[in-house]
Each structure stands twice: as C-alpha cells, then as structure tokens.
T-cell receptor, first 111, second 113 residues
Framework: GESVGLHLPTLSVQEGDNSIINCAYSNSASDYFIWYKQESGKGPQFIID?????DKRQGQRVTVLLNKTVKHLSLQIAATQPGDSAVYFC??????????FGTGTRLQVFP | DGGITQSPKYLFRKEGQNVTLSCEQNLNHDAMYWYRQDPGQGLRLIYY???????QKGDIAEGYSVSREKKESFPLTVTSAQKNPTAFYLCASSIQGGITEAFFGQGTRLTVV
C-alpha cells in the first residue's frame, strides 16, 4: 500500500556537523512533500517543502533533495545546533487532498 | 494573531465515556485534519475535511467521529468504541487539502483511565 517511511529512527550528530535525514515514499504519483520538525509535547512545525517539478530546494541552513527516480527525499541541516534536536517527519501529498506522514527520525545533537 | 488552537491541552476521561476535542482556526483555511500520535510513533490520519459540511475517513477512523459545520471549527469526538484512545491528538489546517503546507495546533493529550 501507500506509505512514507524513514530509514533511520534515530540520528546522533555532533554540534556543528551536518545532518542528513532520509525518507522513502512509495506513491510515484505524489507531487508535493514537506519536512516537519516536532519538539517534545508540541505540534509539528513546517521546515521546508518541495514540489515534484524540482529536485532541490534550499532554506536557511536546510536543503531538501528529491529523487523521483528512486522515490527518495532527504533533509540536510547544515552546522547542526542543539536547538535542532527534535523528531523530523516527511509528509507526502496523496491524491491531492491529504498529507500522509512518515514514522519520523529523532535527531540528537551532542556537544 | 492567526493560528490554529486546540483545547484543552490535557484531558482525562474515564473508560467508556465519549469525549470531544476542540480545534479552531482563524486562518480562513478550507482543509482541516485530525491526526493521532502514539509515543515514539508517527502521525496517523483519523479524519479530514476539504470543505464545510464534508469530511472523509483517514486511515484510522474507527471509534472516532467529526463534524464540520463551520469553516473554522473541526471537533473530534473519541467514542467509547475506540479501543485504545489514550494518545496525543493533533489538528491541522491548510489552504488547500494536501497540496499546501499544513499548520498544526499544539495538540491535546488524552488519557483514558
């Protein structure tokens, strides 16, 4: 069935290093993807999005890469900071009317 | 300030009782969603609504009900038929369903004892 999943449930990085969080999706018809950040006990916050007519999009310290050939999405965070510690979700637009979320990856930043 | 508001933040109910979670948005968004999140898990879609007076089941609708009588409101009722209702419930809204960014509320943590 349709699914959005993540390869790594937990990612530990040293402060200042770059982080890469991966996501695989199975619906080849999906045309819109979002990355969210969720801190403990709070609702998810939008980080960056990308449409299927693009393969890369950059924000402030974040870059999303989309590889439609292998149905893979990644979030790169440059110079990771302690405040980046959270759970990161990718979400996929399905049938243009709903967003389906992946399982999530916990990012832990250590000094 | 514009935003999406969920209330209450924490809710305790006895087993067998129905409970309604509130979600209000003043963003003038057409689409609204309810997700359930269990500890250490992702978000699972319960119900969503693209427009007033219309809503569709998500992946885990059993034991839940919703209404969309007003554009700004999308309450979720957790019924006694829901076998494991204790969870973190998140409401979201978007300008257009699925193809635009969804904004989330801060969630309601429901505990059934």
């Amino acid at each position: 069935g349709e699914s959005v999943g993540l390869h790594l449930p937990t990612l530990s990085v040293q402060e200042g290093d770059n982080s890469i969080i991966n996501c695989a999706y199975s619906n080849s018809a999906s045309d819109y993807f979002i990355w969210y950040k969720q801190e403990s006990g709070k609702g998810p916050q939008f980080i960056i999005d990308i449409r299927s007519n693009m393969d890369k999009r950059q924000g402030q310290r974040v870059t999303v890469l989309l590889n439609k050939t292998v149905k893979h999405l990644s979030l790169q965070i440059a110079a990771t900071q302690p405040g980046d510690s959270a759970v990161y979700f990718c979400a996929e637009n399905v049938n243009t009317d709903k967003l389906i979320f992946g399982t999530g990856t916990r990012l832990q930043v250590f000094p | 300030d514009g935003g999406i508001t969920q209330s209450p933040k924490y809710l305790f109910r006895k087993e067998g009782q129905n409970v309604t979670l509130s979600c209000e948005q003043n963003l003038n968004h057409d689409a609204m969603y309810w997700y359930r999140q269990d500890p250490g898990q992702g978000l699972r879609l319960i119900y969503y609504s693209q427009i007033v007076n219309d809503f569709q089941k998500g992946d885990i609708a059993e034991g839940y009900s919703v209404s969309r009588e007003k554009k700004e409101s999308f309450p979720l009722t957790v019924t006694s038929a829901q076998k494991n209702p204790t969870a973190f419930y998140l409401c979201a809204s978007s300008i257009q369903g699925g193809i635009t960014e969804a904004f989330f509320g801060q969630g309601t943590r429901l505990t059934v004892v």
